[in-house]
C-alpha cells in the first residue's frame, strides 16, 4: 500500500506545550501536505511542503521534510484547545492531484 | 473567493435505495474534483476523481459512481446501497496537481 502512515496515533498534551506528530509514506511524491480535522467536519488544509523544501513554517506551525527517510513532522508551538482536532499527512504522487492520506493523529490540548 | 457546497450534511437510506449526492464549487473555473470516503477514526479513502467535464477516474472498484455534468458539478451516485456503503463521504476540488485541495463539510451516510 502506498498509504502513509502516522505516529503516535494519539496526543494528549497540556495548552502552552509543543505538539509533533511524524508522517512515514513508500513512494517518491511530489509533495506532501498537513491537512486538520474537526469532530464530524471537513479537512482544512494547514500547509503543502513541496518535495524539493526541506521546512516551512506557517504561524504557530512547522513542517519538515526529509525525502531521504520518506518522513514529515508537523510542530504545533504553544498549543491551544482550539487546536484539538485529527491532523493528516496526505501525500501526491502524480500530475493528477490525487492524495494518498495517512491514519492521521488525534490530538487533544488540554486547558 | 472560493467557496464548496456538498449537501446533505446528514442522510439516513434503507439497503437497496438509491444515493445522490451533490457537490458544487463557486469562484473557479475547471477545477479538479474529488470524491472521499471516511470510516470512522480512519484516514480518507479517494473514490474518484475528475479534471474535466464528463472525465472520471474510480480509484476502487465499489457500488458507487460519479458524474460531472458542468464544470463545477460532481455528483455521487449509488443505484441500490449497501450496508457497507456507510461512512462520511467528503467532497474537494484543487486548481491543479501540486497544489493543496479544498473539502466540503461532508455528509454523514447511515445504511438502515
Known amino acids: 500500500s502506498q498509504q502513509g502512515e502516522e505516529d503516535p496515533q494519539a496526543l494528549s498534551i497540556q495548552e502552552g506545550e509543543n505538539a509533533t506528530m511524524n508522517c512515514s509514506y513508500k513512494t517518491s511524491i511530489n509533495n506532501l501536505q498537513w491537512y486538520r480535522q474537526n469532530s464530524g467536519r471537513g479537512l482544512v488544509h494547514l500547509i503543502l511542503?513541496?518535495?524539493?523544501?526541506r521546512e516551512k513554517h506557517s504561524g504557530r506551525l512547522r513542517v519538515t521534510l526529509d525525502t531521504s527517510k520518506k518522513s514529515s513532522s508537523l510542530l504545533i508551538t504553544a498549543s491551544r484547545a482550539a487546536d484539538t482536532a485529527s491532523y493528516f499527512c496526505?501525500?501526491?504522487?502524480?500530475?493528477?492531484?490525487?492524495?494518498?492520506f495517512g491514519q492521521g493523529t488525534e490530538l487533544s490540548v488540554k486547558p | 473567493s472560493q467557496t464548496i457546497h456538498q449537501w446533505p450534511a446528514t442522510l439516513v437510506q434503507p439497503v437497496g435505495s438509491p444515493l445522490s449526492l451533490e457537490c458544487t464549487v463557486e469562484?473557479?473555473?475547471?477545477?479538479?474534483l474529488y470524491w472521499y470516503r471516511q470510516a470512522a477514526g480512519r484516514g480518507l479513502q479517494l473514490l474518484f476523481y475528475s479534471v474535466g467535464i464528463g472525465q472520471i477516474s474510480s480509484e476502487v472498484p465499489q457500488n458507487l459512481s460519479a458524474s460531472r455534468p458542468q464544470d463545477r458539478q460532481f455528483i455521487l451516485s449509488s443505484k441500490k446501497l449497501l450496508l457497507s456503503d456507510s461512512g462520511f463521504y467528503l467532497c474537494a476540488w484543487s486548481g491543479a496537481w501540486n497544489q493543496p485541495q479544498h473539502f466540503g463539510d461532508g455528509t454523514r451516510l447511515s445504511i438502515l
Open positions: 511542503i513541496r518535495s524539493n523544501e
Open positions: 496526505a501525500t501526491e504522487y502524480d500530475m493528477r492531484g490525487k492524495l494518498i
Open positions: 469562484g473557479t473555473s475547471n477545477p479538479n
